[in-house]
């Protein structure tokens, strides 16, 4: 009986959802902004061939508009112990070895601060793990733990000679190791490249699997590269279960006017494609010196105002923090700051992999 009503359950909700896509399919203007029509067949890009947001007709990238359209039509997103709203930690791994210029200047910054012990660390950096700045990922994880969380990290799998090689993903067998057994995700954070080439993909997929003993099913692109809708395709067609590269380079927000996770629409073949996306909403690099040059007050403003947003639209909010990201010297004194306010909010605090896997079965479920 249970059985039957659960099944019964599945199907109301998926009808719900089928009939809330046919509302915004209406809706000329959200269902454009949704499926983001002004991206195909592009024109200009910026460096890296991504489109930025200062190329977008979209000016409010800071409103949930198609969250909010789905919350009053009917959405009705449950998250685990009650939670009103989720939180989706991750970090991409572009470096685990501090650059070669780091052991002269952070020597002499330490010199500059008077901290002798620093200074003669420092230049060892590179060969010593604990006096390794990015070899911190137990650390990350010991801070999240103390806030009940989890979150994913993911990994290049580049070889010598490709644009950013600084790591063998097959050197870091036992951390991957030591990540994903204590509940942590491990993902694949493709290259350059990958964004628009199968072979690259699956061939970097399969190589962090062989070193890790067993399937992936997160992703994220270095540089935020990412080409509507091929991209999409392309992860739906190497097995991937969801991407969370969705988001702009050159400015926080919601960049498809979602706060939730969701099935891109191919407007090309009239279909959804079979992975969940989960929008990336805040880059550390994002609000700082690389693009929006915030200073660290209308920085964090900004954060909280981003996070109080997708809590009124019972959303998902995706923040990407390097662990080699550095703020006035401090490695993760502003990451624990954002913790703790979604902490303070009783928001549930998980990997990409959970959230996916709680999004798939009891908000979206299939056919």
Same mark, same amino acid.
């Given at each position: 009986?249970?059985?039957?009503?659960?099944?019964?359950?599945?199907?109301?909700?998926?009808?719900?959802?089928?009939?809330?896509?046919?509302? #915004?399919?209406?809706? @000329?203007?959200?269902? %454009?902004?949704?499926?983001?029509?002004? +991206?195909?067949? *592009?024109? &200009?890009?910026?460096?890296?061939?991504?489109?930025?947001?200062?190329?977008?007709?979209?000016?409010?990238?800071?409103?949930?508009?198609?969250?909010?359209?789905?919350?009053?039509?009917?959405?009705?997103?449950?998250?685990?112990?009650?939670?009103?709203?989720?939180?989706?930690?991750?970090?991409?791994?572009?470096?685990?070895?501090?650059?070669?210029?780091?052991?002269?200047?952070?020597?002499?910054?330490?010199?500059?601060?008077?901290?002798?012990?620093?200074?003669?660390?420092?230049?060892?950096?590179?060969?010593?793990?604990?006096?390794?700045?990015?070899?911190?990922?137990?650390?990350?994880?010991?801070?999240?733990?103390?806030?009940?969380?989890?979150?994913?990290?993911?990994?290049?799998? #580049?070889?010598?000679? @490709?644009?950013?090689? %600084?790591?063998?993903?097959?050197?870091? +067998?036992?951390? *991957?190791? &030591?990540?994903?057994?204590?509940?942590?995700?491990?993902?694949?954070?493709?290259?350059?490249?990958?964004?628009?080439?199968?072979?690259?993909?699956?061939?970097?997929?399969?190589?962090?699997?062989?070193?890790?003993?067993?399937?992936?099913?997160?992703?994220?692109?270095?540089?935020?590269?990412?080409?509507?809708?091929?991209?999409?395709?392309?992860?739906?067609?190497?097995?991937?279960?969801?991407?969370?590269?969705?988001?702009?380079?050159?400015?926080?927000?919601?960049?498809?006017?979602?706060?939730?996770?969701?099935?891109?629409?191919?407007?090309?073949?009239?279909?959804?494609?079979?992975?969940?996306?989960?929008?990336?909403?805040?880059?550390?690099?994002?609000?700082?010196?690389?693009?929006?040059?915030?200073?660290?007050?209308?920085?964090?403003?900004?954060?909280?105002?981003?996070?109080?947003?997708?809590?009124?639209?019972?959303?998902?909010?995706?923040?990407?923090?390097?662990?080699?990201?550095?703020?006035?010297?401090?490695?993760?004194?502003?990451?624990?700051?954002?913790?703790?306010?979604?902490?303070?909010?009783?928001?549930?605090?998980?990997?990409?992999?959970?959230?996916?896997?709680?999004?798939?079965?009891?908000?979206?479920?299939?056919?």
């Amino acid at each position: 009986m249970s059985f039957l009503l659960r099944e019964s359950s599945i199907i109301q909700i998926w009808k719900r959802v089928e009939n809330m896509i046919e509302k #915004l399919k209406q809706n @000329e203007e959200l269902w %454009n902004l949704f499926t983001k029509k002004e +991206e195909y067949n *592009l024109t &200009f890009s910026d460096q890296y061939e991504r489109f930025p947001y200062y190329l977008s007709s979209q000016r409010n990238v800071f409103d949930p508009s198609v969250s909010r359209f789905l919350i009053e039509n009917g959405l009705r997103p449950e998250y685990p112990d009650g939670k009103k709203f989720a939180v989706c930690l991750t970090h991409d791994v572009d470096a685990v070895y501090p650059e070669k210029l780091y052991q002269l200047i952070g020597a002499a910054k330490a010199v500059a601060k008077g901290n002798l012990t620093d200074a003669l660390k420092t230049p060892f950096s590179r060969i010593n793990k604990k006096w390794n700045p990015c070899w911190n990922f137990r650390e990350i994880m010991e801070l999240e733990a103390k806030y009940n969380a989890k979150s994913s990290f993911y990994f290049l799998a #580049l070889r010598p000679g @490709e644009k950013d090689f %600084n790591y063998e993903i097959e050197d870091l +067998e036992a951390e *991957l190791k &030591f990540i994903f057994t204590h509940g942590w995700e491990v993902g694949l954070h493709g290259g350059h490249e990958s964004y628009k080439n199968f072979k690259d993909i699956m061939e970097k997929k399969q190589r962090l699997e062989k070193v890790l003993g067993k399937q992936i099913i997160g992703y994220r692109n270095h540089f935020l590269r990412f080409k509507v809708p091929d991209t999409w395709e392309l992860l739906s067609k190497a097995n991937f279960k969801y991407d969370t590269t969705f988001g702009y380079a050159d400015c926080a927000g919601f960049r498809n006017g979602m706060c939730h996770p969701f099935r891109p629409y191919n407007i090309n073949t009239g279909k959804q494609i079979d992975i969940l996306e989960l929008p990336l909403i805040i880059m550390d690099r994002t609000l700082l010196k690389s693009y929006m040059r915030l200073d660290i007050k209308n920085a964090w403003e900004l954060i909280k105002n981003l996070i109080d947003k997708v809590e009124q639209c019972d959303g998902v909010i995706t923040i990407l923090w390097h662990n080699n990201t550095s703020i006035n010297g401090e490695s993760l004194k502003y990451y624990e700051k954002f913790l703790k306010y979604v902490s303070s909010k009783n928001a549930w605090i998980a990997s990409g992999e959970e959230i996916y896997n709680w999004w798939s079965t009891y908000v979206e479920p299939r056919h």
